[in-house]
């Protein structure tokens, strides 16, 4: 079982910036990323990071998130500079592993509120 310890939410007026983290219990992973859920709306794709190091972002995040890691590999971050109101959201980290057999297993963190005030 993967732990996933997150941290950094907070509230933040339109226009600044926040970092979050996530620490994981493991350094052997295909993906790590994170990922938001808005009220009434579903869970969304922030940015992913793989275990080589190649990003991914969601369009709307291109340019205004930055995903990294440090060197451990164990901890991700996420820059969120230029925030919108439309960014408030609980923001989760997951981890992704394919075990021996290709069987894919999914490990979400607890979650971590950001709210961006107008």
């Known amino acids: 079982q993967v732990q996933l310890v997150e941290s950094g939410g907070g509230l933040v007026q339109a226009g600044g910036s926040l970092r979050l983290s996530c620490a994981a219990s493991?350094?052997?992973?295909?993906?790590m990323g994170w990922y938001r859920q808005a009220p009434g709306k579903q869970r969304e794709l922030v940015a992913t990071i793989s275990g080589g190091g190649s990003t991914n972002y969601a369009d709307s995040m291109k340019g205004r998130f930055t995903i990294s890691r440090d060197s451990a590999k164990n901890t991700i971050n996420l820059q969120m500079s230029s925030l919108k109101p439309e960014d408030t959201a609980v923001y989760y980290c997951?981890?992704?592993?394919?075990?021996?057999?290709?069987?894919?297993?999914?490990?979400w963190g607890q979650g971590t509120q950001v709210t961006v005030s107008s």
């Open positions: 997951k981890v992704t592993i394919t075990d021996w057999a290709s069987i894919r297993h999914d490990y």
């Open positions: 493991t350094t052997i992973y295909n993906t």
